[in-house]
């Protein structure tokens, strides 16, 4: 493929794209802007006498290893940059087996078209300085129609913050990529990251698509910051660590988040501030840790409906040792706010009760911290522990341990829960069909309840 706005960072001729890509595609990005210049002057018209606009252009990343040693600004509207492979592949499972052992690995590191950001922080730089791509234009109208597709962005290594194993502490100040200013129509999609302290952080976001991506591994995956509007975060799989949130937004209205898949080890798998007007459906929660759906900050008028929570113990060992530092009795789902509707859920709950916080604590499945007019109807709640102990097997893979502790069922009994606690800031709501009389903690002359029929 060849023309005036198709770039491909191989052939560029000036700097070598594999010692710094970052280099390379600013250096063609000003190419653009100079080019989109010289147009109008050509013409020997003003932009606003002409129907004619800037077409924008392609930059190209073939499958390979691309050092980033500095960071990609990009300041001009209708800009796609796409690679040939999302490349990812787990940074954890390595980094927690004896390095003796990888030589027996197919594969060591990611691949793909793949972004390895190298960019050399300095004490106090502000946050978005460890950004690979960072997007920022003031002035009217809004930068528009920028697009990320199909590459890897890896963050390479975590650091040590006193905590434990450097690695495991999803701590390094890079972010895959920063959009500071207002922005609409910008799409990332099929994009994979990796060993990021965040994988995309977005302000003031409008019309946003994120889709069918492999976020995971990152301290925070997907941040919606600010405020925004009438976006959607959709058929992604995505995992944060343990400190960060797998998704989420503050101060947003009408957010569709659909069809993902949220693997553990997120502090929260959705977290919502200040939400309003927006759905969660249809998606597949899953947490080792309490607090998997948050709602604060008069979160109001949401659907939450027909998505599948699991929640579990870390079956992995060298993972064990982390938690999100919440107790059981927080609850999975926690909701702040007025007139959202929780409803036809499946929300499962299995652990062994040796592993609950504090010990002895019966767990809450939903808890309802304020607000009024909250509708919590016919969720099906299914909380079971083990029958016996069952022995952790200390030198399974990561993917065994994952996938056997998924289909384990014919070891398990009932474990008692509190299904729904409304708290006494909480009135006027209805709940309905969700728990048993046994199984609710609310005062029933404040709100609307009705019991699961008994046997």
């Known amino acids: 493929m060849t023309g005036n706005n198709y770039y491909d960072v191989t052939e560029w001729g000036v700097l070598d794209a594999h010692t710094d890509i970052g280099a390379v595609i600013n250096s063609m990005i000003q190419e653009i802007k100079d080019r989109q210049r010289k147009t109008v002057e050509l013409r020997g018209e003003s932009p606003e006498q002409t ?23 990009i300041d001009i509207s209708y800009l796609k940059i796409m690679g040939a492979g999302h490349g990812f592949v787990s940074s954890s499972i390595r980094y927690n087996i004896p390095e003796d052992r990888w030589s027996g690995l197919h594969e060591l590191w990611p691949g793909g078209s793949r972004i390895l950001v190298d960019i050399a922080q300095k004490k106090g730089d502000k946050e978005s300085a460890g950004a690979a791509f960072y997007v920022e234009r003031s002035g009217d109208p809004r930068i528009s129609s920028v ?21 495991n502490t999803y701590v390094n100040g890079k972010t895959g990529i920063y959009i500071a200013s207002p922005q609409d129509s910008f799409r990332i999609t099929g994009m994979g990251m990796v060993y990021l302290e965040h994988g995309v952080t977005i302000c003031h976001a409008d019309a946003l698509s994120i889709h069918d991506n492999f976020i995971a591994e990152c301290g925070s995956c997907i941040e919606l910051r600010s405020s925004g509007q009438a976006s959607k975060i959709t058929d992604n799989l995505i995992g944060a660590g343990y400190k960060g949130y797998s998704i989420y937004a503050e101060n947003f209205g009408g957010l569709l988040v659909s069809s993902n898949n949220v693997f553990p080890r997120g502090k929260s798998s959705l977290h919502f501030s200040g939400v309003l007007r927006s759905s969660v ?15 604060e900050g008069n979160c109001s008028e949401n659907l939450v409906s027909a998505n599948h929570f699991l929640r579990d113990h870390e079956p992995w060992p060298p993972m064990q040792g982390y938690d999100n530092g919440l107790e059981d009795s927080c609850g999975l789902i926690c909701v702040s706010g007025n007139y959202n509707t929780i409803t036809a859920n499946h929300i499962s709950e299995s652990i062994d009760t040796r ?11 939903i808890h309802l911290l304020s607000g009024q007019g909250n509708y919590i109807g016919n969720n099906h709640i299914v909380a079971t522990t083990e029958k016996t102990e069952q022995e952790v097997l200390e030198n399974s893979a990561c993917f065994d341990a ?33 728990a048993s009389e046994e199984q609710a903690i609310l005062d029933r002359k404040q709100n609307v309840f009705r019991a699961i029929p008994a046997m």
């Not at 697009?147 to 690695?167: A, K, Q, T, Y």
């Not at 459906?281 to 709602?295: A, D, K």
């Not at 502790?405 to 969700?434: G, H, M």
Request: one cysteine or more.
């Open 402 to 434: 994952q996938v056997g502790a998924l289909l384990n069922s014919d070891r398990l009994k009932e474990l008692p829960v509190t299904a729904v606690l409304v708290e006494k800031e909480a009135v006027c709501n209805t709940i309905l069909d969700s």
């Open 51 to 73: 129907e004619e606009g800037y077409p924008g252009a392609v930059i190209y990343i073939p499958p390979g290893d691309y050092h980033l040693r500095t960071q990609v600004v």
């Open 355 to 365: 592993y609950l916080k504090p010990a002895g604590v019966c767990p809450v499945i």
């Open 147 to 167: 697009e990320f597709e199909n590459f890897c962005i890896d963050g390479l290594h975590f650091v040590d913050d006193g905590s434990g194993d450097s690695e």
């Open 281 to 295: 459906t249809g998606n597949r929660f899953h947490s080792f840790y309490p607090g998997m759906l948050v709602f």
